[in-house]
């Protein structure tokens, strides 16, 4: 996991004047809404006894915690002990860890690291959002796989006419060629644009929008923002119909990842066909769901000699190449896993534990002096 970015941790609907738990990055956070309209987000836990602060409540903009009625005011400091004599003075260390937070897409965007705010990384930029002409649905998935696994596979192109046969790869179920494409890189962003022939049936809803030649071509345009999220552009073969999926694929730890996306169109942008969009996104990810769980090691390797490459991997070489750089950069943080259920000193996140790896190397070695 990536220290140093924005996350996109919930829907900004969801936020209320109610606390609420968020769940990722192997912590809890708690999010509320102010009466001024503004986010706040701490950590999850009262530093007085670990209680979790979303189960208390809102008052005056403050947030109480449940079990000892602690009050904590916006910037994370403690306002109020209320079993203290009014003559006992708050500890300094009475305050909450906070975060800073911003809104953007209709996502609450939290910052997790240590820079300074000169020197964050910026958000990606989707001007389509504010654009009248297009319209935007929302949706989320959840799988048992690492991000880094979730992430590349949205932007694999090769998989489609095998994974994809009965959905978006319906049209090239025959066509598995791909043509040799570029990588265009920017600092915290890689793009690859490829053409795609239609050669046969499309078994989807967006068939309407593709002419009726025997050829149609569909220019698709595939990139991936750092840390975790992927971005595909469809731009059809007929007017100037363009649709984009943009996901941000929450690690809410090792084991598991929650893909909330934004699919944006230019056509038909009325509601009616709203949840046609959405089964057309829900479906290639549930048929995508069991392969990418199944990857081993659940986490991508850091060493680009570790699996095999072909050149239709150029945007995922890419992709790893970039977050290397930012691991020997210092911004890693190894997630904290749970290794008491497994064997052999491997997580099911495919880290190694060494005290396991010591266990299991004495017990190797007493049944072979047996």
């Not at 403050?62 to 403690?78: A, E, S, T």
């Not at 081993?296 to 000699?305: E, N, S």
Request: proline content about 6%.
């Amino acid at each position: 996991m990536l220290k140093n970015f924005w996350y996109a941790c919930e829907l900004s609907s969801a936020i209320s004047s109610k606390p609420k738990r968020i769940m990722m990055l192997n912590q809890e956070f708690v999010l509320y809404r102010s009466s001024r309209g503004e986010v706040l987000a701490f950590l999850d836990k009262c530093p007085h006894r670990g209680a979790a602060l979303s189960n208390g409540w809102v008052e005056d903009d403050c947030i109480r915690c449940p079990y000892h009625g602690w009050k904590f005011q916006l910037d994370g400091g403690c306002l109020e002990i209320p079993a203290n004599q009014s003559s006992v003075p708050i500890p300094k260390k009475a305050r909450l860890d906070a975060y800073s937070v911003q809104e953007k897409y209709g996502l609450v965007w939290l910052f997790w690291g240590n820079l300074p705010e000169e020197e964050r990384p910026p958000l990606p930029l989707l001007p389509e959002f504010d654009n009248p002409a297009w319209r935007a649905v929302y949706g989320e998935f959840r799988w048992n796989a690492h991000y880094s696994r979730v992430l590349e596979n949205q932007f694999d192109i090769s998989h489609l006419p095998f994974v994809h046969s009965n959905s978006i790869g319906s049209g090239i179920a025959e066509q598995h060629k791909i043509e040799e494409y570029g990588v265009r890189m920017e600092e915290l962003k890689g793009s690859a644009t490829v053409t795609i022939n239609q050669a046969t049936k499309v078994r989807r809803w967006s068939k309407a929008i593709l002419n009726k030649q025997s050829s149609r071509p569909l220019r698709v345009t595939v990139s991936f923002y750092m840390p975790n999220i992927s971005w595909l552009e469809f731009d059809f073969p007929i007017g100037h119909f363009k649709m984009i999926i943009f996901s941000v694929h929450l690690p809410i730890d090792a084991n598991t990842t929650v893909s909330r996306w934004i699919v944006l169109r230019n056509f038909f942008t009325t509601s009616w066909i709203d949840e046609k969009v959405r089964k057309s996104v829900l479906k290639p990810l549930v048929e995508d769901k069991s392969i990418v769980e199944s990857q081993r090691p659940f986490v991508i390797p850091d060493d680009l000699t570790t699996e095999v490459h072909a050149p239709s991997d150029a945007l995922s070489i890419a992709y790893r190449k970039l977050r290397k750089k930012f691991l020997d950069m210092g911004w890693g943080k190894e997630p904290v896993v749970n290794t008491s259920h497994y064997t052999n000193g491997y997580t099911s996140a495919g880290y190694q534990d060494p005290a396991i790896v010591k266990v299991a190397i004495a017990k190797e070695a007493t049944i072979n002096v047996v």
